[in-house]
């Protein structure tokens, strides 16, 4: 063995899906997410571009995002997509995925982690991460469009970041708003459900649907307003208005995907917003952007999720599986 070459790990560490929601929480996730998005923007940390294909097989829609944080020594992928029968036919959920780490030093295969429930609460972080560090401090009411599976994850992760005193709800679907309202009561916060121009009382707005023509307009929102548009992340989504990105200062996780994938598609191809306008969160949490510039700006957060935040929460969730003696083990 050459000098300084130690012997590599001989094992594969296995964390089955059943086994996250008792390991993962919402902190972890959080601190996983704010530290690969810092290492994004100092250029220690760079995601693969995404394979995504339809199979021909199931109507399902499958793919790879990888890649590689040198700072936490992190290296994979998460595979997997949506299947759009799984519910009906099997009774599983439609979206399904893993991650597979490597060993940066030898490519060896390192972990299997299920890749369902990680999904949701890294989403849920990004979103937490930049209210941390773009929403003013006085935030109180706290305004949802959107009320699906990712919303109630969304709702319980800013209700733990920020101290909110009421939250608001608009839906395209009002039918699915009890289910929402049902979480702002669990976190102990009062619930109203609102049309979109109401939206002007919220301080800080989270967007999570799957919409594909903007519901919400630039003058539902008022100055001084943090918005984390977390449900457009495929060419032809968008959530909001493309106006309010012009007028707004917009942050994102990353650039590549934001202009293409993101929100900010729509603003850039109308001309309101250019790639150059765009700045990457991690570069506020690392202190070479000062965030906010004033009360009276409206920060905008465009968040299309990049393969490096599943693996910093996957690797968070191996780590504390190992050290809890719960993962399962086996030789390579
Ligand atoms: P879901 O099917 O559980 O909920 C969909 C939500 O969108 C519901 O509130 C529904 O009422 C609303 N909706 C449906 N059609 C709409 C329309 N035409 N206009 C406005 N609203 C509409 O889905 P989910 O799992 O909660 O996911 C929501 C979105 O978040 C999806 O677009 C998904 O792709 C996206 N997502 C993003 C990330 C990320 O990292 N950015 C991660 C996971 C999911």
């Known amino acids: 063995m050459a000098d300084g070459a130690s012997a590599p790990a001989n094992e594969l560490v296995i ?44 109507d399902a ?46 490519g060896r295969v390192k972990a299997l982690v299920g890749g369902n429930y990680l999904t949701a609460l890294r989403t849920a972080a990004a979103s937490s991460v930049s209210i941390r560090h773009l929403a003013r401090k006085d935030a109180k009411v706290l305004g949802m469009i959107g009320a699906g599976h990712q919303a109630k994850f969304q709702l319980r992760a800013a209700a733990e970041t920020h101290a909110f005193e009421k939250v608001i709800g608009w839906n395209l679907h009002p039918e699915m708003l009890p289910g929402l309202a049902e979480v702002a009561r669990e976190v102990g916060l009062p619930f109203e459900a609102v049309e979109l121009p109401g939206m002007s009382e919220a301080d800080v707005i989270i967007t999570i649907t799957s919409s594909f023509a903007p519901t919400l307009l630039a003058d539902h ?67 070479t952007h000062g965030g906010r510039g004033s009360d009276e700006e409206i920060t905008l957060f465009d968040g299309t999720g990049v393969g490096l935040q599943d693996l910093a929460v996957a690797d968070a969730i191996v780590k504390t599986a190992v050290a809890q003696g719960i993962a399962t083990i086996v030789p390579l």
Request: charged share 20%.
């Open 15 to 58: 964390v089955p899906e059943g086994m996250i929601p008792d390991i993962l929480t919402r902190e972890a996730s959080f601190d996983a997410v704010e530290k690969v998005f810092a290492a994004m923007a100092a250029g220690e940390a760079r995601n693969f571009p995404v394979v995504r294909e339809a199979i021909g097989h199931e």
């Open 61 to 106: 829609l499958y793919g790879f995002k990888g890649g590689f944080d040198a700072v936490g020594g992190v290296l994979g992928l998460k595979a997997g997509g949506y299947w759009p029968h799984n519910l009906d036919r099997r009774g599983i959920i439609n979206h399904q995925s893993t991650v597979f780490l490597f060993d940066p030093d030898t």
């Open 221 to 287: 929102v008022s100055p001084g307003t943090h918005l984390a548009c977390m449900g457009t992340d495929t060419k032809g989504k968008q959530e909001v208005e493309a106006a309010l990105l012009g007028r707004a200062r917009v942050f994102c996780d990353e650039v590549a995907q934001s202009v293409s994938i993101g929100e900010a598609q729509h603003a850039v191809a109308e001309g309101l917003l250019s790639e150059g306008d765009v700045t990457q969160l991690g570069a506020v949490i690392n202190g």
